[in-house]
């Protein structure tokens, strides 16, 4: 088969019995020009490396392969290894599939150190899961060059949420405060089989640079403490974190504001403080 007959994605479904199974969190794409505009969200893939993690029957697979994407895909359902299996042969050289659970596979070893996008429409929490792995830990920049992940539409406001809004919280720190999260595209529930309770929306992120001196780990520990109890004041909720409320002194942030209140940048300069 050449890539240029391949089936529709509802045959391909069909002939290889894989019916969308709830515990794998399986909502398909079928339309294929919606998959070509997802796929061009990470810009030029010519002889890009992607990872793609939950492929299923290979939707937004093929269209990154017609973009000329050199594609690692990650896929847990056993049933979609023949489906994948075909587009391999259809784009010869460009497809390595990997069958195995995305939480338990080590990323880091893909692509010999090369760069790498990463592409993903998974359930939320195996989304979130990985999301959050890939931006944490004191190694930045990261290995791979962008993050475009489907995501629920209300999971998507928490991570490009601005300080002051109820959705703002650990999620948005952690992907604005070396990263620009952005949304890149609303997605419909009526364009996947079956359709999802709510709405789904894309998010693309590009790292930028890490501010110097502070700790990921040390961040962290300053938000989790500064939301684990949101609606207190913040003299209470980092009274158990040595040095905090020295450091809001030093900073001259009033203790009687809430987390919400604060920007990623003050976040920021009192874990530099901390971090120290
Ligand atoms: N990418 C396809 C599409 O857009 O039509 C399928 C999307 S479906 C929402 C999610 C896919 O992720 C399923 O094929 C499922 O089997 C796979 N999946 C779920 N958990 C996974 C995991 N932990 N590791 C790898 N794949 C996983």
């Known amino acids: 088969m050449s890539n240029q007959d391949l089936p529709p ?11 969308a199974s709830k515990a794998l969190g399986q909502n398909f794409l079928f339309d294929e020009q919606l998959l070509s505009r997802i796929a061009a969200i990470p810009g030029r893939l010519k002889d890009q490396n992607v990872l793609e993690v939950g492929p299923g029957p ?3 697979t093929r269209a990154l392969l017609r973009a000329g994407a050199k594609v690692t895909a990650i896929e847990m359902d056993k049933r979609c290894m023949a489906p994948l299996g075909e587009l391999a042969e259809a784009f010869p050289g460009q497809l390595t599939v990997i069958e195995g659970d995305a939480l338990k596979i080590d990323h ?14 998974l359930p939320y929490n195996v989304g979130t899961a990985l999301f959050t ?6 190694a930045w920049p990261p290995r791979w060059a962008s993050l475009t992940l489907m995501f629920q539409q209300e999971v998507a406001e928490r991570i490009v949420a601005q300080s002051g ?3 703002f919280g650990r999620l948005a720190i952690l992907s604005q405060w070396r990263a620009a999260p952005k949304i890149a595209m609303k997605v419909h529930r009526s364009a996947f089989t079956p359709p999802p309770k709510v709405m789904s929306a894309i998010i693309h992120v590009k790292p930028g640079d890490m501010p110097e001196g502070v700790s990921a780990r040390m961040l962290e520990r300053v938000t989790e403490a500064a939301f684990g109890q949101r609606r207190k004041m913040l003299r209470q909720s980092l009274k158990g974190l040595p040095g905090a409320l020295e450091a809001l002194e ?3 942030i009033d203790p009687s504001r809430r987390a919400e209140t604060l920007s990623v940048a003050e976040f920021v300069s009192i874990a530099k403080i901390l971090s120290v």
């Open 133 to 138: 792995g890939w931006l944490s830990g004191e």
């Open 165 to 167: 809004s109820d959705a």
């Open 58 to 60: 290979g939707g937004l």
């Open 250 to 252: 030093t900073l001259g």
């Open 108 to 121: 880091a070893t893909l692509f010999d150190g090369e760069p790498y996008a990463i592409l993903a429409n």
């Open 9 to 19: 994605l509802r045959e391909v479904i069909n002939a290889h019995g894989l019916f």
